[in-house]
């Protein structure tokens, strides 16, 4: 039986760009150092913050090879793969090279909205399709879906690969729910930097973050503090992040936190279609809080 190893800090990778639009590798390879240096304890990489949609099969080929060169003898990798057609996802797990990973994050389906038995029966059978640990990703807000508490807790009891959840549903009710249900190998992750603090105090292990990228110190601070039960000092820095964690949303994701890199002078400030950059006010905003950084 498979545990979790993805725990503490997760760096939900974003994937810098030229600015004619080809991935910048220089940029990668920096902030790929920079994480480990300050604080990161595993990546995820090749999903939702990394443009993934927009990418080529060799861009994220070389992308998987880099970080798995620069920090797989330090720390566990998780990789995007998943989609709403599951017999696609079942192909990609048998043909692809997954060398040097630890972990798959497989989201729910998106777009044709399956039943809650739908969910269940495409998870299984892609637990089933590999060797690889499997981590779920529940983000209703990108997917059209939300994955219920008791189908989590019946996979996560069905199927001895499945050891974790991102859970990005917004409601702490329902992680409160997988936590209290679900077997003691299987964790629930932060998928949403806003609600880590009160996700680890009910039980979380760790998240999957998009600040990290570029506060990845302050950050895992904060996650460490409160782990070890050091609560009022962790809640003052989560507190210090709220502004941030807004600004980061408010004209999506990665847009908030390659702005946010641009302005640390890390990398450029662009985004595929049909992604775009932020508003310049929004960008003047994280400008201003960055001046007053932890």
């Given amino acids: 039986m498979a545990y979790n190893i993805f725990k503490g ?8 760009f030229t600015s004619d639009g080809s991935v910048d590798y220089a940029a990668l390879e920096r902030l790929i ?5 300050n604080g990161a304890d595993f990546f995820c990489i090749l999903a939702t913050t990394g443009e993934t949609p927009t990418l080529t099969a060799d861009e994220k080929r070389r992308i998987k090879e880099m970080v798995v060169r620069m920090a797989g003898d330090k720390m566990p990798i998780l990789i995007g793969c998943g989609g709403n057609n599951t017999a696609e996802v079942v192909k990609e797990l048998q043909t692809g090279d997954f060398s040097g990973v630890d972990g798959i994050l497989s989201v729910c389906p998106y777009y044709n909205k399956p039943s809650q038995e739908g969910l269940y029966q495409h998870f299984k059978t892609i637990a089933a399709a590999t060797q690889l640990p499997v981590v779920l990703y529940n983000v209703p807000g990108r997917t059209g879906v939300n994955m219920k508490a008791e189908t989590t807790v ?24 997988i936590i209290k249900n679900k077997p003691g190998k299987f964790d629930v992750i932060s998928g949403d930097d806003a609600l880590t603090f009160p996700m680890i105090a009910c039980g979380a292990a760790g998240v999957i973050s998009v600040i990290g990228n570029a506060l990845p110190k302050e950050f895992s601070r904060m996650i460490r503090l409160e782990m070890n039960g050091e609560i009022d000092s962790a809640r003052k820095i989560h507190h210090k992040f709220t502004d941030l964690f807004n600004l980061l949303f408010v004209d999506g994701n990665p847009a908030g936190v390659k702005a946010m890199l641009h302005e640390m002078g890390m990398i450029e400030n662009v985004l595929r279609l049909p992604l775009v950059p932020t508003r310049l006010t929004t ?3 994280i400008s201003e809080c960055l001046k007053f950084r932890l």
């Fill in 9 to 16: 800090l997760g760096i939900a990778l974003v994937t810098p």
């Fill in 33 to 37: 150092s920079y994480q480990i240096a």
């Fill in 154 to 177: 019946r996979l996560a009891h069905d199927c001895p690969n499945i050891v974790g959840i991102k859970e990005a549903s917004g409601s702490l009710e329902q992680v409160d729910e």
């Fill in 283 to 285: 960008m003047q905003r």
